[in-house]
């Protein structure tokens, strides 16, 4: 059933994250926070706002987007936060005005020193309703993308996740850690998709741990959405860790578990649990984890490696676990701000100063932050994904490159109820390319140029989509706060239906 309710709740949400973000600066020493207001204006031209073969709708967009980004690096209040809202309006077309919100949080807060601490993250972006619907690349790439063309499949998704952690000590024997978590997901106009998640764990661990160490884990959780029913689960393990020398970690667990994730949120089975880590880090700049764990619903395990050169950066991961609520979000899909957040570990070690010095570094080289598109769909329930990625950048004198290759396959787990795209597919397949490629023409000017495409199959009739989309820009500054961008874009979609887009536009941002 979809809610009648014009607005979500997301603005609500975005003000209040903000509301807290400055209250946070008053206790921040002076120069340890930075705030940093904006306002941009975009104009863009397209040829086909409808997104159809035969109805096609050329028109005007404008955008204006008030914004703002908060830094913290020092205090006990530590996090970044940045927030715009987009309102868009067309000429020489029908289409209605619109607002959209865009907001990326994290913040971490020591409330009682070494003891207890709050955690917290929001999100506000769009997301696909269903992976075969009608698809289209955002309209300003290097802003965040806003989806202004005419996508009925596109639905604004926001998220709240804060976890509180209480530490302490046992006889100078032990560290004990009991934390929550809590953490709710909205979408704007529909049911689907929308999740409450709930939990408490307890970790008991080896006080100084040195070559030989020991935890002992006690986790419960409890998912819950609008339109299925809820899924709980619990788990308690032992596990021990093995160094053999700094470079290596070996860590074996076993225990005791219960879900009811194969049965809709019916009758809880219980299994035994058990699984074995390696870890390797010869260098800052190299590691590589592999891990396996053995469930009743299906083992898990994963292969992550990462290195890191002088001016470039690699990643590889295949990863096979259960989501629960919206299925393939992360569509194991890493972004451009990832890779270059990466790349300048070395440079700026602070994650606070290195958030700004990324995302200044992509809009000087017109570089969309979340390159390629989220391949996520809205779904409930929880759902198995098999995530496979390869994604590299490398970073010249004056020539960036940046790719990224990814596959993921979502399934339903058992008989539960899952609904939207896995409703009628069991098995949904997600391939990604990405190739972006920009130049440094003077010191406050670049080109810029990105191809991608999506590939989306699932295991019944008709159930395909294909999205291909190349951009180029200019992008420079007049002055330092003032950035322009310049650029053309060419779309094609094969899907439910089919269409070709052309569109232009023009990006005017000023910092205050």
Known sequence: MTRLRSEPRHLILALAVIALSARAQQSAPTGGTTIQPRIGLSQAWTDNLNLDAR???????????????????????????????????????????????????????????????????ASIGQENASAFGLQAPPTMDSQGGIASLANANRRE???????????????????????????????????LGDGRNGGVSLRVSQLTPGRLSWYVLANSQRASYSSTPSNRST??????????????????????????YLN????????????????????????????WQKHRYGDSRGLNFEHRMARSVWRLSDNNSVTLGNAGSNGGVRTNYELYYLLYASQEPDPVK?????????????LSPDAPASTGFLSSGPSRMHNQMLSFALQGVRTNITALLSRTITSRLGDNLNQGDLASNSRIEQRSYSLSASYRVTAV??????????????????AHSQLTSLTSSWNGRLNPRLSVQLGARHSRFEGVTAYSENAAYANLTQQF
């Open 445 to 462: 000017s670049s080109l810029a140029l990105t191809a991608s495409r999506q590939e989306t199959s699932g295991d019944s009739n008709g």
């Open 235 to 260: 788990s308690i393990t032992a596990g021990g860790n093995y160094r053999p020398d700094p470079d290596w970690v070996f860590s074996a667990n076993a225990g005791h578990e219960s879900n009811d």
């Open 354 to 366: 290195r958030d700004a010095l990324v995302r200044n570094f992509l809009q000087s080289a017109g």
């Open 264 to 291: 809709g949120g019916g009758e809880t089975q219980n299994g035994m649990t058990g699984g074995i880590t390696a870890d390797w880090s010869p260098s800052p700049r190299t590691h590589l984890n592999s891990s």
């Open 55 to 121: 109805d096609k709708d050329a028109a005007l967009i404008t955008t204006v987007s008030p914004g703002i980004s908060i830094l913290s690096n020092s205090g006990a209040v530590r996090g970044m936060l940045d927030y715009s809202l987009n309102g868009i309006t067309y000429v020489k077309t029908s289409q209605r005005s619109q607002f959209q919100n865009a907001l990326s949080a994290t913040a971490q807060a020591e409330i009682v020193p070494r003891t207890f601490f709050v955690d917290a993250q």
């Open 157 to 191: 998704t926001g998220s709240l996740s804060v976890s509180p952690s209480l530490r302490g000590q046992i006889g100078g024997i032990a560290v004990v850690e009991l934390r929550g978590s809590a953490s709710v997901t909205e979408v704007r106009g529909s049911d």
